[in-house]
Structure formats: structure tokens, C-alpha cells
């Protein structure tokens, strides 16, 4: 099992610039979501899946694109990088248990700089 | 609408010393609670967590956290700090039913004095 992987590990973008970071699990969990971390902010959740064709926004969703058409991948689309948008992104999946999630697993998380 | 606060940004504790990281939540409902730990660079690791069943939650590596509903709080605690103990730790919190989110606390980052 490879768990939740992530690519690419790091990123250098130009403002303006649009680019995918891409997610996949093997562990055919329902549940899919990213995250962004800041310094000093905790993870802020931008949108999540619960299942293929099934997405939503979370706190932080402007600037930022998803679609989840098989269980195992769910990508996150920048349109139009900006400076803000410099950070470390995480995904996580778990399971669905009774309209909550469980245990999320994360991946290794994708550092993006914008210029 | 759900919330968590972690009450301490930075601890610090000598090796061998206890470990005391406090979070207190805001929730309607019944909530899952969660303690996640950050190593340098690297990802989330779950440590505990609880889901309505025992108040006394253990974890990995001889953590453990207690659910006080009347205080609303999930503090996270440690008898003996190791070295390898440093890192961010997060205190997360999903309500049960119904909503699909996590929300986070902005962490606390624990450092362990030889």
C-alpha cells in the first residue's frame, strides 16, 4: 500500500501561471480533501470529495479548481496562481462513517511558491 | 458552528518532564476529536482519537487525552517526555453527524530540552 502520494514534492510558479497538483490513494476511501498550511494558521480545508463526481468547498476554495472522477484520484487545479498562494498542500482520504468523516490519512504535502 | 483552540503556541519541556497541550472545542453536536502530530517537513501522523466511546483516549507512543465534555476541552498528555517527542502537534475536531470537515487549531509546537 502506498497510502496517499502526492506530485510533485515542490513547485516554483509565476504569478498568473495555472498548474495541477495531483493526489492519489490506494486505499479505496470515499473521502478526499486538501488542505493548505500557513505558518501559525493550522490546515485550512479547501474543498473535499466524498465520493467520484461528488465535490464541495471548504473554507478556503477561491482560486482553486477540483473534479474527482475515479475513487483514487482527486487533482487541485490553481487558474491563476498568485503570491498568497504560496504554501504547503496536503491531501488526505479516509472513510465515510454514518455522514462524518473517520481517520484522515495525509500525504507527504506539495510546497508551492508563487513569484 | 464548530471551532478548536489550542490554548499554548509554543511548549517546552525537558526530556523526562511531562507534556501538557491543551485544546478546547466549540461544537452543537456530538464531535469527533483528534490529536495529529507534524514532524519537521513531513506529514500528519494521527495520534488519538475520540469517537464517543471512552473519555480516557490512548495513542501511539504513550500519549493519551482525556474528553471533558462539561469543559469542552481535549487536552493532550504525555508522563515522560523523548526527544523524538519535538514536533506540531494539531488539535482537530469533526462534528458527527453531518458535516464532512475537519477544522484544525493553529497547532502547538512542542520542544523537548535535553
Known amino acids: 500500500n502506498a497510502g496517499v502520494t502526492q506530485t510533485p514534492k515542490f513547485q516554483v510558479l509565476k504569478t498568473g501561471q495555472s498548474m495541477t497538483l495531483q493526489c492519489a490513494q490506494d486505499?479505496?476511501?470515499?473521502?478526499m480533501s486538501w488542505y493548505r498550511q500557513d505558518p501559525g494558521m493550522g490546515l485550512r480545508l479547501i474543498h473535499y470529495?466524498?465520493?467520484?463526481?461528488?465535490?464541495d468547498q471548504g473554507e478556503v476554495p477561491n482560486g482553486y479548481n477540483v473534479s474527482r472522477s475515479t475513487t483514487e484520484d482527486f487533482p487541485l487545479r490553481l487558474l491563476s496562481a498568485a503570491p498568497s498562494q504560496t504554501s504547503v498542500y496536503f491531501c488526505a482520504s479516509s472513510y465515510t462513517l454514518a455522514g462524518g468523516v473517520d481517520t484522515q490519512y495525509f500525504g507527504p504535502g506539495t510546497r508551492l511558491t508563487v513569484l | 458552528a464548530q471551532s478548536v483552540t489550542q490554548l499554548d503556541s509554543h511548549v517546552s519541556v525537558s526530556e523526562g518532564t511531562p507534556v501538557l497541550l491543551r485544546c478546547n472545542y466549540s461544537s452543537s453536536y456530538s464531535p469527533s476529536l483528534f490529536w495529529y502530530v507534524q514532524h519537521p517537513n513531513k506529514g500528519l501522523q494521527l495520534l488519538l482519537k475520540y469517537t464517543s466511546a471512552a473519555t480516557l483516549v490512548k495513542g501511539i507512543n504513550g500519549f493519551e487525552a482525556e474528553f471533558k465534555k462539561s469543559e469542552t476541552s481535549f487536552h493532550l498528555t504525555k508522563p515522560s517526555a523523548h526527544m523524538s517527542d519535538a514536533a506540531e502537534y494539531f488539535c482537530?475536531?469533526?462534528?458527527?453527524?453531518?458535516?464532512?470537515?475537519?477544522?484544525f487549531g493553529t497547532g502547538t509546537r512542542l520542544k523537548v530540552l535535553a
Open positions: 486505499m479505496n476511501h470515499e473521502y
Open positions: 470529495s466524498v465520493g467520484a463526481g461528488i465535490t
Open positions: 482537530v475536531v469533526s462534528e458527527w453527524p453531518g458535516t464532512y470537515k475537519y477544522i
